[in-house]
């Protein structure tokens, strides 16, 4: 049966060229890249995490609309997300976190937006 990689002749390469350019790279340019990119890196991580929780705790993709998230916007994160983990927010499960909707409408504590219809 086939992989999504085919037969992982385009991956092989990358990992080839990967390699190679680390291997070219000197310690004080990667460390310099490095710091450049890595705030940039954080907050994307920030945005899928905070846009995974919101998609449970607000019922998905017509909970985020009536919350006032622009469709096309809810789109991209989603899209974002599944190329950063490989799934879909609604079928993701994030080891050692648990989203409990319920609870959370049921607190007391204030909230931004409404409780999704039922």
Do not use: C
């Not at 985020?64 to 490989?86: C, D, H, P, Q």
């Not at 079928?91 to 909707?101: K, L, S």
């Amino acid at each position: 049966m086939e992989t999504p990689e085919g037969q992982g002749i385009a991956k092989k390469a990358w990992k080839a060229y990967v390699k190679a350019v680390d291997r070219r790279t000197p310690p004080f340019v990667r460390t310099r890249v490095d710091s450049v990119v890595e705030p940039w890196s954080n907050q994307i991580v920030e945005d899928m995490i905070g846009f995974w929780v919101m998609w449970h705790l607000y019922g998905g993709f017509d909970g985020l609309v009536e919350f006032g998230m622009n469709k096309s916007t809810i789109w991209r994160k989603v899209a974002r997300f599944r190329r950063m983990t490989g799934e879909h927010p609604d079928v993701f499960v994030m080891p050692g976190i648990t989203i409990d909707p319920k609870a959370y409408w049921a607190s007391p504590r204030m909230k931004v937006g409404r409780p999704p219809k039922k």
